[in-house]
């Protein structure tokens, strides 16, 4: 197995929890039902403040207590365990929030010290609920997972068996709007099979016998058998699952830069508080009792929690947003990465082209029977395996079949004989009796980057077939988008330097790179990274593993080989362009949101300290507006759910 020189760039394990990891399950039924029971004590508290001052601070003591005490503990726990792990002091915002109101107490201020805990407990139940909404989306696909499969038995009856016992060559039965099992092959019936769960596609795709079906995509009307040819632990669906459980334990840098300098902040913050405690009397000429009132504000203003919210939430969109279009992300790094590419280099074959040749021109001496000649063509590579016989029949689907007996030679190609006279289809080169005519648009069609096969009836050419494998429809669009947006785009192919650069100018490729062996290819793509920087590889096949791994992000095309897949950063589970163009697009975005909310959270954070120093700010005021900072990048981080309009219409 090939091994990925740059995994240590999202394999980091992290070795300190934080309080905004949101996995300390803030949703539970105890805390949210303590949480209303603070609340109706807070209430009561205000009621009671008027006539009777004892019993609505024992309210208000009762409140924090209720609706805070998963705070308080998460605070001074996780900063006990975290300083133990670490061997060294980790403290986290739920560890300020529990000082900050153990302060507001201390110097007799219950109700602020109570709501202070109410504000922060209830927007930490809406922070989590929006934040893991993210994470619903992606892991929502575990629900597609497969259960069960009708297995035909040896005696023709069928039995409903879970997924996982089936084994690899057994014949399975799927009913009209099924859930197909596993990975396999029709051997019976047609139907049309919604595909989106693997490739984001929302138009059923057609299926006949001999066609591929995969796991967790749902039947149509028809119904048919199918034989399995992977285990349901080896199906794409399952690669699709690991991606994704991979993707949200990997974070972006910048993610993982905020959560390591968390503990860092925290400890900052409290190393200065005695430096503002005694900046009250001795500077500013407050009270000590003013004194440590604003030093319990300046605790809740540079509270990080909003700094600490500004990554996470929009890495999990972004890859959220991707896979429901069909782009798989292995890590939130490699999004960053993306959105800094330099220069883009793509295999040639069922990357940027479909991936078989395909007739371009034909043409037969026009005092012949036409439509006889392409039968006869026809008939006679009905008899040949040779991938370009596939494409001349594809290309004349319905002609009559003649009655011939049809001889492969090696270096000669197909010949028979019809009509009393021999025909014999060929390489130009194996050809002496060709006009000036045919040679001319022999040369022609090969500058274009065009196989040509010349027809001859008795030695003497009468006609050609021209053939190529085209570029795909998305190929030219996507070239264009990543040009104008000042990416380097290159071609790397082992095909021939005419028929490589003929596609570089269909495509508008920056560079065509031809005759390279599959060993090469990596060393091609180094040569990228050394010349322009970060550089992407795209690529299908498992001569492109090696060159998917040395790039800083490697691309995978879906349709292509498990290995490909297994090695690369990214995976488009639909041999679509567009589909890169738009994870660029997004990876861009995702970059731009994160640095709004950073910024922005900073920005409150300095306002607030002003504010406070300036006498203008509360406990009440601070501990709104620093939740309300919070909130507001959650919600801008998860936009990026949804298709931003000005994006390509995936």
């Known amino acids: ?72 503990g998460e605070g001074i726990g996780d900063t006990i365990r975290n300083t133990k792990k670490a061997k060294k002091f980790m403290p986290n915002v739920h560890f300020l929030m529990a000082l ?38 992606i892991t929502n696909l575990l629900n597609l997972n497969p259960t ?56 059923p795709k057609e299926k006949n016998v001999g066609d591929e079906v995969f796991g967790s995509t749902i039947n149509g009307a028809g119904s048919f058998t199918m034989r399995v040819t992977k285990d349901s632990s080896e199906t794409v669906f399952s690669k699709i699952l690991q991606l ?70 929009t890495t999990l969109s972004t890859i959220s947003n991707l896979s429901r279009k069909g782009v798989l992300v292995k890590g939130g790094a490699f999004l960053s990465k993306l959105s800094d590419v330099k220069s883009i280099s793509f295999d040639k074959t069922g990357t940027l082209t479909h991936g078989k040749p395909e007739v371009t021109n ?99 050419v009468i006609g050609y077939v021209a053939l190529m494998d085209l570029p795909n429809e998305h190929a030219k669009k996507a070239i264009d988008y990543f040009k104008q947006v000042g990416i380097h785009t290159t071609m790397i192919t082992g095909d021939a330097k005419l028929t490589g650069e003929a596609i570089g100018r269909q495509l508008g490729i920056d560079e065509v790179v031809a005759n390279v062996m599959p060993e090469d290819k990596a060393e091609i793509v180094q040569e990228q990274q050394k010349k322009y920087g970060t550089t992407a590889m795209l690529g299908d096949g498992i001569n492109d593993a090696p060159a998917l791994v040395t790039a800083d992000i490697g691309i995978a095309m879906g349709e292509g080989t498990d290995v490909a897949m297994d090695v690369a950063d990214l995976v488009l589970m639909k041999n679509d362009l567009s589909k890169l163009v738009y994870a660029h697009q997004l990876s861009q975005k995702m970059d731009k949101v994160t640095w709004q909310n950073i910024w922005f959270s900073m920005f409150v954070v300095v306002t607030l300290v002003i504010l406070n120093f300036l006498g203008k700010m509360d406990i009440a005021l601070g501990v709104i507006l620093h939740e309300f900072s919070t909130i507001a990048v959650i919600l801008n981080g998860i936009r990026l759910l949804r298709t931003p309009k000005k994006f390509l219409n995936n």
């Open 1 to 72: 197995m090939v091994e990925k020189h740059h995994n240590h760039e999202h394999n980091h394990e992290h070795d300190h929890n934080h309080s905004h990891d949101h996995d300390h399950n803030h949703g539970g039924k105890l805390q949210i039902i303590m949480y209303f029971i603070g609340l109706f004590l807070y209430v009561g508290g205000l009621f009671l403040e008027g006539t009777n001052g004892l019993i609505a601070n024992i309210a208000f003591s009762l409140t924090i207590m209720t609706s805070g005490y998963h705070i308080v």
């Open 100 to 137: 900050a109101t153990a302060g507001a107490v201390l110097i007799g201020n219950f109700e602020e010290g109570a709501l202070l805990i109410v504000i922060f407990a209830g927007a930490h139940f809406l922070e989590e609920y929006v934040d893991g909404k993210s994470k619903r989306e």
């Open 148 to 203: 069960e499969a009708r297995i035909i038995l040896s005696d023709g009856s069928t039995k409903v068996v879970p997924v996982d016992e089936v084994n690899v060559g057994d014949t399975l039965q799927v009913l009209n709007g099924d859930q197909i099992p596993t990975d396999g092959v029709i051997l019976n019936g047609s139907t049309s099979v919604d595909e989106s769960s693997i490739n984001g596609e929302s138009i």
């Open 244 to 313: 994704v459980n991979q993707s949200q334990k990997s974070l972006t840098k910048t993610a993982t830069l905020i959560q390591r300098l968390e503990p860092r902040y925290v400890t900052i913050v409290l190393l200065l508080y005695p430096l503002v405690l005694l900046a009250g009397p001795f500077i500013f000429n407050w009270s000590w009792e003013l004194s440590l009132y604003r030093s319990m504000v300046y605790l809740i203003s540079v509270s990080p929690c909003a700094l600490a919210a500004s990554a996470v939430p």
């Open 362 to 460: 034909f043409e037969f001496d026009k005092d012949l029977d036409q439509e006889e000649m392409i039968d006869l063509v026809v008939s006679m590579e009905k008899q040949s395996n040779h991938p370009l016989a596939t494409a001349i029949i594809n290309k004349f689907p319905k002609r009559r079949t003649l009655n011939i007996e049809v001889t492969n030679e090696v270096g000669k190609g197909l010949s028979t004989n019809y009509d009393n006279k021999k025909y014999r289809i060929g390489k130009p080169s194996s050809f002496d009796k060709v006009s000036f005519v045919y040679k001319e648009q022999e040369k022609k069609l090969s500058m274009e980057g065009k196989t040509v096969v010349f027809i001859a009836e008795n030695e003497q």
